[in-house]
């Protein structure tokens, strides 16, 4: 069980990584184009949304530790 923890836990920090280089690129060029702004709505549903997604995507695909288990 432990180790199932671990790699989930290992899974989740990756999906992280994976949305804050998404966020690194995207971010900037939306603000350069005007479509969000420093402490927009738009921005914030934005960069929760992209970490979700990518979290989720790391947890539930194929291969990864929670599908091995379930």
């Known amino acids: 069980m432990?180790?199932?923890i671990l790699r989930m836990l290992g899974e989740i920090l990756v999906g992280i990584f994976v949305g804050g280089v998404v966020?690194?690129?995207s971010i900037p060029m939306l603000?350069?184009?005007g479509l969000i702004t420093t402490?927009?709505?738009a921005?914030?549903?934005f960069i929760a949304v992209t970490l979700v997604l990518s979290v989720a995507g790391m947890l539930f695909r194929p291969?990864?530790?929670?599908n091995r288990r379930g």
Do not use: E, N
């Open 2 to 4: 432990l180790k199932l």
């Open 23 to 25: 966020l690194a690129i």
């Open 31 to 33: 603000m350069r184009t």
């Open 39 to 41: 402490g927009d709505l």
């Open 43 to 45: 921005g914030v549903l």
């Open 63 to 66: 291969g990864s530790a929670i």
